[in-house]
């Protein structure tokens, strides 16, 4: 089993607050995160280098041999292959930034020494075309990006497998081949269309009657998508996740519910949230212009190159009944947002309020929040995730308005 040693470069403070708990390798693009996509295409097990308050929940492993790879980077099956013929202590560069090596532990303990690569003969390929390096750049693409991979990791995990027999109580507009049920999902009285892309039910994932759902659509393991729901791929609801109402183009990571009605659309929503009953976001401007979304690398707010753009939501916040988003908004970890009217479109993390004002969401109480929920799901809130937590409440303190000056409000 190879040993593969993902890396965070400069790249990972442009996906906060998402990475604000995780390395970008743990982010999730189609089925699969980038992490799994890795051990499946190079039959390994993977590790991190990554931020220091993040080491204690994700270790590095060395080993005599070790394959280092950028963790924005996405599995080609021309990268692998060239990974794979990697001699020894040999780079694969493009424009002199490392995408990947296949490095001794002497090698690799003395790049941490000297953070220098100069030992390494490189391979610079001098392209950048997708077929061979896919890398992600930016938390919309999370989303944006989502049909390809969806697509490509369905055909994977399904590939040689039968799907668990579907009910006759259901309708399928398209191809029935392209829905595949795990063992213990349970499906009855829904519509799927597959003409636009698969659908992937994970294990014991239950999809109530009455849900209409079109490709390319994934409900990994444990989902409930509630009675009714109407999603539009390409979607992919997280281990654990609930998904009602409307949602369109969503990445939902795992333990987070979207259970009630309202709007949803071209968004990324972390882990362990919750979205109250009738929770709307906006994903396109009255003026269709381009949307800006606040940008953690330049504290600054940034064209997307999109049209249609909704939340970036981090871990463990929340919005209660009726919450108003607007348009490319987003929201820091451990938030709780409330009240009448839009909130601004950057919240900080650890805010607690609305548009009518925010105070500081205490780490104690946000930490004892967090006991409660997760023992709800009969999960450990460790004391690892405590001091990321706390580690994350002590450096978002610069953006929070009422603590210090804080960026304005975007156009």
Known sequence: MNNIILFDDENWTSFLPLTYTRPIGELRIGIDTIREKWEYALAGKVSYITKDYLTEKFPINIEAENILINGSVLPTRKLELLIKDLRMNEAILVNDQLVAAKIDNKQF?????????????????????????????????????????????????????????????????????????????????????????PIYIGKNALIMEGSMIRGPFAALDHVVVKMGAKIYGPTTLGPYCRGGGEINNVMMYANSNKGHDGYLGNSVIGEWCNLGADTNASNLKNNYEEVKLWSYATDSFLKTGLQFCGLIMGDHSKSGINTMF?????????????????????????????ASGYSTYEISKAIATCRKVYERRKKEFTKEDEAILTYIYENSKKYRSWEKSSPAEGK
Do not use: H
């Open 326 to 354: 607007n348009t490319g908004t987003v929201v820091g970890v451990s938030v709780n947002i409330f009240g009448d009217g839009f909130p601004r479109n950057f919240v900080p993390s650890f805010a607690w309020g609305g």
């Open 109 to 197: 303990n003395k790049m941490v020494e000297t953070n220098e690569m100069d030992s390494i003969q490189g391979i610079e390929l001098g392209m950048t075309e997708e077929d061979i390096i896919f890398q992600l750049t930016s938390p919309t693409e999370l989303f944006s990006r989502n049909d390809f991979w969806l697509k490509k990791d369905f055909e994977r995990k399904t590939a040689g497998r039968k799907s668990q027999p579907l009910s006759d109580t259901n309708t399928v507009i398209g191809n029935k081949d392209l829905v595949f049920l795990e063992e213990g999902a349970i499906v009855e009285a829904c519509i799927f269309n597959t003409k636009n892309g």
